[in-house]
């Protein structure tokens, strides 16, 4: 079957861990490409609540080979947690995971600089999940990063860690901070080369050869295209390319070897951190979103900011990413509104804009055009067959494709796997819905 991208349409938390699960078993890979230990990736199963931050949502599906890429940035701590973590809950799929050599890590000084860096902009601060996603990012654009293929070399290891350390106690002294102990850091660092040199390979060739054995490939996005470091809201976003772009060059694998884009795409608008928001509800109406929703962040657990579809964002989304196909979760948090607003345009200066702004300085000035659609007003959350939808259900979905130029390949009506309907005749080419089907 093909090779699929997944990724997040809006500012992440569309429901990319429950798809990924979902679709898993039509796939042999899966490979995460960029961020780290930020995201959260919930999956329900038999009632148990399991959050992926750092390992693909894949390996929860037994055999399923876990590709974490050269793009990801690697905290060892955050990785071992994760394996125990899943291990306390019966999943020890820890022999199919893979972590790429040439993937930076996450020390200890980057998330110490973050908190600085945050500290020092006060309200102008991005509202990171302060897990030292930038500064490590930071030092892999600075080519001074240390990668999980340093771990197989101890002498490298200690000369990297002694170097940058020395070079970080300085920042971190004129802000107030405590130096770090470089003996100390790599010490910690050499038992977590003894504990992680198992998973440390050559994943670009991994997947060459499981391309060339004809196995199929999930490729599973972090966060969201409005968070990407280019396309998103700069400098309200992630430090990595969240976009399509980011598979190719955070695996080591051409554009040829993807078949297909799927957008994961929320039925309304959230946002964790700070950044411009146009269509943010405020008040008692958003918090009720926030409430039905249970928008609460999966990694830090801030409230989610919510707001109405933003067909302007999404469709911008799809553009930058090549999307012709979404899934459309959490509608069934919309079942209580008489009527849904959804974001047609933006109005700037009096004119409608042509696309979705560059600069946040005007994205924060636009002023949203509304339409309004008839709510349903019946409870939809766990329906699974496609004719018990109510009509003005179908409306709410045929307008969302109509205005975002997709067409939507499963609605997710709930958290868990069951709680989804497969709309056949769009899935068809892309995966095996039988066995999707038969996992179910
Ligand atoms: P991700 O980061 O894109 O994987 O999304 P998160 O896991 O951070 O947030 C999505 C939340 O919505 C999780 O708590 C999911 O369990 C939940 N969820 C996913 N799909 C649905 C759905 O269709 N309906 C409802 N009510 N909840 C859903
Ligand atoms: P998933 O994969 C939602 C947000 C943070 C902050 C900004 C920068 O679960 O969809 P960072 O720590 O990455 O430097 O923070 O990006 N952010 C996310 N928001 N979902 C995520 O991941 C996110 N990962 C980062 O809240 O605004
Ligand atoms: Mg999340």
């Not at 959350?381 to 004719?387: A, P, W």
């Not at 067409?407 to 868990?416: E, F, H, L, Q, Y």
Request: glycine share 10%.
């Amino acid at each position: 079957m093909a090779n699929i991208v997944v990724l997040g349409t809006q500012w992440g938390d569309e429901g990319k861990g429950k798809i990924i699960d979902l679709i898993a078993p039509s796939f042999d890979v899966v490979a995460r490409s960029q961020g780290g230990h930020n995201a959260g990736h919930t999956v329900y199963i038999d009632g148990k609540k399991i959050v992926l931050h750092l390992i693909p949502s894949g390996v929860i599906r037994s055999g399923k080979l876990c590709i974490i890429g050269n793009g990801v940035v690697v905290d060892p701590e955050a990785f071992l947690t994760e394996l125990a973590e899943l291990e306390s809950h019966g999943i020890n799929n820890d022999k199919n995971v893979a972590v790429s050599k040439k993937a930076h890590l996450i020390l200890p000084y980057h998330s110490l600089i973050e908190k600085i860096s945050e500290r020092e902009k006060g309200s102008k601060k991005i509202g990171t999940t302060s897990r030292g996603i930038g500064p490590a990012y930071q030092d892999k654009a600075a080519r001074v990063g240390i990668r999980a293929g340093d771990l197989l070399n101890l002498s490298v290891l200690r000369e990297k860690i002694g170097h940058n350390v020395e070079e970080k106690n300085i920042y971190l002294e004129h802000f107030g901070e405590k130096k770090l102990d470089k003996e100390r850091v790599y010490k910690d660092f050499v038992s977590y080369a003894h504990r992680l040199k198992k998973y440390i390979k050559d994943v670009s060739l991994i997947l060459d050869e499981c391309i060339k054995q004809g196995k199929s490939i999930l490729f599973e996005g972090a966060q969201g295209t409005l968070l990407d470091i280019d396309h998103g809201t700069y400098p309200y976003v992630t430090s990595s390319n969240s976009t399509v772009g980011g598979v190719c060059t955070g695996l080591g694998i051409g554009p040829d070897k993807i078949d297909s884009v799927i957008g994961i795409t929320k039925a309304y608008t959230t946002r964790v951190g700070e950044g411009p928001f146009p269509t943010e509800i405020p008040g008692k109406m958003g918090r009720l979103l926030m409430e039905k929703g249970n928008e609460y962040g999966a990694t830090t657990g801030r409230p989610r900011r919510c707001g109405w579809f933003d067909a302007v964002a999404v469709a911008y989304s799809c553009r930058i990413n090549g999307i012709r196909k979404i899934v459309l979760t959490k509608p069934d948090v919309l079942d209580v509104f008489d009527e849904i607003k959804v974001c047609v345009g933006y109005k700037y200066k009096g004119e409608i804009l042509k696309g979705f702004p560059s600069d946040i300085w005007e994205l924060a000035e636009v002023e949203p055009q509304f339409i309004n659609v008839k709510g349903w007003k019946t409870p939809v959350r766990g329906i699974r067959e496609r004719s018990s939808l109510p009509v003005a259900f179908w409306d709410y979905i045929k307008r969302i494709e109509e205005l975002t130029q997709t067409d939507v390949t499963i609605i997710s009506t709930g958290k868990n796997r069951k709680d989804s309907i497969l709309v056949e005749e769009n899935l068809r080419s892309w995966m095996d819905v039988e066995k999707i089907k038969a996992e179910l």
